[in-house]
């Protein structure tokens, strides 16, 4: 049974950091594309980035050079670093894993077939 599970989220200022894990089990994440999305309130879930198994990132362009997906294959955890954090990042974030091994583009939801619960991010002006 495939399983993940979020953490690191919380309240932080504009201009700060913080990093959100993925814990998974059920499969190792290192042979899936993975991926973020997140969710404002009042609107619809949007893709944040993907992670290849060969190591790729891709990222949407409003968090390109601010945002980093990387994983631990040792731990079989996925990571989203979020630097310069704005009060428009602020959102419910969730990891996914992909029905295969690739990452398409642009992202969408429809390619991923397990969802965490997500972790709730809030950036304060």
């Known amino acids: 049974q495939v399983r993940l599970v979020e953490s690191g989220g919380g309240s932080v200022q504009a201009g700060g950091s913080l990093r959100l894990s993925c814990a998974a089990s059920?499969?190792?994440?290192?042979?899936?594309?993975m991926g973020w999305f997140r969710q404002a309130p009042g609107k619809e879930r949007e893709g944040v980035g993907t992670?290849?198994?060969?190591?790729?990132?891709q990222y949407v362009d409003s968090v390109k050079g601010r945002f980093t997906i990387s994983r631990d294959n040792a731990k079989n955890t996925l990571s989203l670093q979020m630097n310069s954090l704005k009060p428009e990042d602020t959102g419910m974030y969730y990891c996914?894993?992909?029905?295969?091994?690739?990452?398409?583009?642009?992202?969408?939801?429809?390619?991923?077939?397990?969802w965490g619960q997500g972790t709730q991010v809030t950036v304060s002006s």
């Open positions: 996914a894993r992909a029905y295969g091994d690739r990452c398409w583009w642009p992202l969408r939801g429809g390619d991923f077939a397990y």
């Open positions: 059920g499969g190792s994440i290192s042979v899936y594309c």
């Open positions: 992670l290849g198994t060969t190591g790729n990132t």
